[in-house]
């Protein structure tokens, strides 16, 4: 599973960290391995790409074309309901509030698919979620 953070380095060649978030993504390109995104993650990578600052912002025609040429080989892992209140239970149950959510249904999208890795920039967002989602979170393979 990808997060958001990895397919906007991946997608941006001016990102500082472009060439380790490609190479990753290249893989599921390749065919090399299972490649998953949340359909979350579809709609934050299209919010994402088109607020950056103007030396870096993607119109809106290009990030469709983008998302639609990742969905070439990237498996969207929809949820539903019931996936949600999940989410929102951990939540809870860990005493979180606020942004963290959209982390938490990236992660609950990723147990979902049964995905051996959840690849993320930004590791101590996820690890802090739970073990089952700390075992399986990676800033590269």
């Known amino acids: 599973m990808y997060d958001t953070s990895v397919l906007v380095a991946a997608l941006l060649v001016e990102h ?8 990753l993504l290249e893989l599921a390109q390749k ?7 949340s359909t979350h993650s579809l709609a934050e990578l299209y919010a994402v790409m088109t607020r950056l600052p103007e030396s870096l912002k993607i119109l809106p025609g290009e990030a469709r074309g983008l998302i639609e040429d990742l969905l070439n080989y990237l498996q969207p892992v929809p949820l539903k309901v019931d996936d949600y209140q ?6 809870a149950t860990l005493r979180m509030a606020g ?9 609950q999208a990723a147990l979902k698919a049964g995905v051996d890795h959840l690849i993320t920039l930004n590791t101590k967002d996820f690890v802090r979620l739970g073990d089952d ?6 800033s590269s393979l």
């Open 16 to 23: 500082s960290n472009h060439d380790e978030a490609f190479l």
């Open 133 to 138: 989602i700390a075992t399986i979170v990676r």
């Open 99 to 107: 942004g963290v959510m959209f982390d938490a249904i990236i992660a």
């Open 86 to 91: 999940q989410a929102i239970s951990r939540l």
């Open 31 to 37: 065919g090399e391995a299972e490649g998953y995104i």
